[in-house]
């Protein structure tokens, strides 16, 4: 499975973003997918998830209530909708795909990744 993912680029503070990222097999739309995030000098971390069938979706403390996941299934592809974006939002935003259906934070938990995509939040 490849991963493809779009939308990120240059935002000012407080600005909106939508980031997706497109799955090159239908595999993918059995399983969880997610986003997670990485800035320069820290480890990559979770920013949020979705089951299979988008019922269930989990936020990272520091997203929740500003970002939104959702999914197509029949496009295969994966959304995060980004909100009220500040400062500390800038990093390089990785899409994934779980080995199950619905999945957590664990970055072991995904066994597809697709390459980054930059997001920058500066004035």
């Known amino acids: 499975v490849q991963l493809q993912a779009f939308g990120g680029g240059l935002v000012q503070p407080g600005g909106s973003l939508r980031l997706s990222c497109a799955a090159s097999?239908?595999?993918?739309?059995?399983?969880?997918m997610a986003w997670f995030r990485q800035a320069p000098g820290k480890e990559r971390e979770f920013v949020a998830s979705?089951?299979?069938?988008?019922?269930?979706?989990q936020y990272s403390d520091s997203v929740k209530g500003r970002f939104t996941i959702s999914r197509d299934r029949a496009k295969n592809t994966v959304y995060l909708l980004m909100n009220s974006l500040n400062a500390e939002d800038t990093a390089a935003y990785y899409c994934?795909?779980?080995?199950?259906?619905?999945?957590?934070?664990?970055?072991?938990?995904?066994?597809?990744w697709g390459q980054g995509t930059q997001v920058t939040v500066s004035s």
């Open positions: 994934a795909v779980a080995r199950k259906a619905v999945s957590g934070n664990g970055r072991d938990e995904y066994q597809y």
């Open positions: 097999r239908r595999t993918s739309s059995n399983n969880a």
């Open positions: 979705i089951s299979w069938n988008g019922g269930s979706t």
